[in-house]
């Protein structure tokens, strides 16, 4: 097992963009307690981790011209729904820069998901909003080393990268495999803190002799399926289900798209429903529980075969 | 410090190039030679001309960047942006100042460090002050008095404010929003609320030997906003005139200087959109 867990993963990766790289990491209430959950290095202005405005639009263009001035900026956006307003111009000018202007704008927003009493904004995954426009990349690690990729990716490239992070897995240390059995029953497709429920869901329903396969979506845009993750769709008796933390009218049913164009099964999703949160647990919007996975599954397994006995 | 003969003449000779160029865009845009629209900077010329040479004058090898918006076109020549690469790109050739894409609103010159807009009205102000935070180039950032309006924009003065960056918001004031005036948009003036973030400003007319002036003030090293009242003489998209009887400060110099820098300018841009036409 890894010595860090992937809070301490992260905190180290910024520490040494800071100190060996002349980057810079900018956002609001970084040097506040907690540090971002624990995410950041005790730094301050003078070795590079810069303290915003409240001003949310400004300070996504604070960080845009930053990326154009060369300093590889780390854009800390501390809850993903406050992405409704800083994401308007890293979308529209950083996301273009390179092929407008031949000019690239490389950037990285590191944008923090969680869930659980915080309400109709706060709440959640949002990376389905990013997900339209042209010119990003978009992954979501769970794990120490899938970060340390995605760094080593940014640090190497001049892309614009929107990673999509969730509070849940930052004491994780274990690295995520991929589940696949022979002859499987359904495959799911989880993306963010869905992958957890996914392996715990495979497990159970190991047991009772279903066989689930589970497929870890780290690299969501572009979207990178495996010649071993297609096979196992096309191998799913049931075919498959995508799982997002994200409103399910998002990244979710793209990729499921994508995947039945792929195979020509039949792939269905779950993820937040399409309703606002509210602060109580009886009115939250939460991501699919590994209960509410195999519910589905059920339901998948229960229509097919009543389906196929019709026929 | 004041504005001598010689220089007033450098100043006009840049502000005539902008001029002559849009009165040729003008007619492209009427024979339908041009078919994208097109925002005429016509009228607010000195504006940029007289901020280029003081550049060009006093920190001829400081590396400035410079952020626009659409209605750029003086800006960029005045800076030095390359006449045909513009011309090229309003024509929508991949040889153009920004590969064929940026039409007229989105113009860039990566010689000169002038930075193309993304449409966005007033995006370019918080992306100037972030250039300016992460490289510390002395940066002047054009916007004109209804993209100044934008919430993210204000929000730009603040935080160059309270970083003391070397920035300088120039607004070009031309009271106009497509048609919309200015005192039906607001009932405050962009100096007043630079001020109250802390910045140095002011507000004044578009005269080069105002201009000069009041740039010359030692103002180098502080973030300043200029909101500088100006004439826009075209549509606020394409050509045509909204008010025949619009002031146009060329003709002050016309009767200072002569027709003859005038009409250099006209055939220089007239040579150069003809080799470019060919090339299309």
């Given at each position: 097992m890894p010595k860090t867990n992937l809070r301490e993963t992260i905190k180290e990766t910024i520490r040494h963009h800071l100190k060996k790289n002349n980057g810079l990491v900018m956002g609001q209430c970084l040097t506040a307690v907690g540090w971002v959950g624990g995410t950041l290095p005790e730094l301050y202005e003078k070795d590079g981790m810069i303290e915003l405005s409240m001003a949310d639009v400004a300070g996504g263009g604070f960080a845009v011209g930053a990326a154009l001035s060369g300093r590889k900026p780390i854009y800390v956006i501390r809850y993903q729904g406050f992405n409704w307003f800083n994401a308007p111009i890293i979308l529209n000018y950083a996301c273009k820069s390179k092929e407008i202007w031949g000019i690239p704008c490389s950037m990285l927003i590191r944008s923090i998901g969680m869930e659980g009493s915080i309400g109709p904004v706060a709440g959640s995954s949002h990376h389905s909003l990013y997900y339209r426009m042209p010119g990003i990349k978009i992954v979501s690690p769970m794990s120490p080393n899938e970060f340390k990729k995605v760094y080593h990716d940014f640090i190497n490239n001049d892309d614009v990268i929107y990673v999509s992070e969730h509070r849940k897995s930052y004491d994780n240390r274990k690295e995520l495999k991929d589940i696949v059995y022979e002859n499987p029953d359904i495959t799911l497709f989880a993306i963010s803190i869905t992958r957890f429920e996914a392996i715990e869901t495979s497990k159970k329903l190991f047991k009772k002799g279903i066989k689930v396969n589970v497929i870890n979506i780290f690299e969501i845009k572009p979207l990178k399926i495996s010649k071993k993750a297609k096979q196992s769709l096309i191998d799913s008796k049931f075919g498959g289900i995508v799982l997002d933390d994200d409103y399910v009218n998002g990244i979710a049913k793209n990729i499921a798209h994508d995947l039945n164009l792929m195979t020509n099964k039949i792939v269905n999703v779950i993820g937040l429903k399409d309703k606002s949160a509210g602060f109580y647990p009886q009115v939250d919007n939460l991501p699919p529980t590994s209960n509410e996975i195999r519910g589905l599954i059920y339901k998948i397994i229960k229509k097919q075969k009543s389906q196929i006995k019709y026929i | 410090m004041k504005l001598d003969k010689a220089t007033e003449l450098l100043i006009y000779e840049k502000a005539s190039l902008c001029r002559a160029f849009e009165e040729e865009v003008f007619k492209n845009l009427q024979n339908k030679n041009i078919k994208i629209p097109v925002y005429l900077s016509a009228g607010q010329e000195f504006i940029a001309s007289t901020f280029a040479v003081f550049f060009d004058k006093f920190f001829p090898k400081t590396k400035k960047q410079i952020f626009i918006q659409h209605r750029g076109h003086a800006t960029y020549l005045a800076f030095g942006g390359d006449l045909k690469k513009l011309i090229l790109e309003l024509l929508g050739s991949s040889k153009g100042c920004a590969n064929g894409m940026g039409g007229s609103a989105s113009i860039q010159c990566r010689e000169k460090n002038i930075y193309g807009h993304d449409g966005l009205m007033g995006s370019h102000g918080p992306i100037a002050v972030g250039a300016c935070f992460g490289n510390n180039f002395p940066t002047l950032c054009f916007i004109g008095d209804a993209a100044a309006e934008e919430d993210y924009f204000l929000a730009s003065l603040g935080w160059a404010s309270t970083k003391k960056l070397p920035i300088w918001f120039i607004v070009e004031d031309n009271n106009l929003s497509i048609l919309t005036e200015k005192k039906v948009r607001r009932n405050w003036e962009m100096d007043d609320v630079a001020k109250s973030f802390g910045l140095t400003s002011f507000d004044i007319e578009d005269k080069p030997k105002d201009i000069w002036e009041t740039f010359s003030k030692?103002?180098?090293?502080k973030p300043c906003l200029f909101n500088i009242r100006t004439n826009r003489l075209y549509w606020h998209a394409g050509a045509g005139i909204d008010d025949p009887n619009t002031l146009d400060r060329q003709k002050d110099y016309i009767t200072k200087f002569g027709y003859e820098i005038i009409n250099n300018a006209q055939r220089k841009v007239k040579k150069a959109w003809n080799k470019c036409q060919k090339l299309i």
């Open positions: - | 030692n103002l180098i090293k």
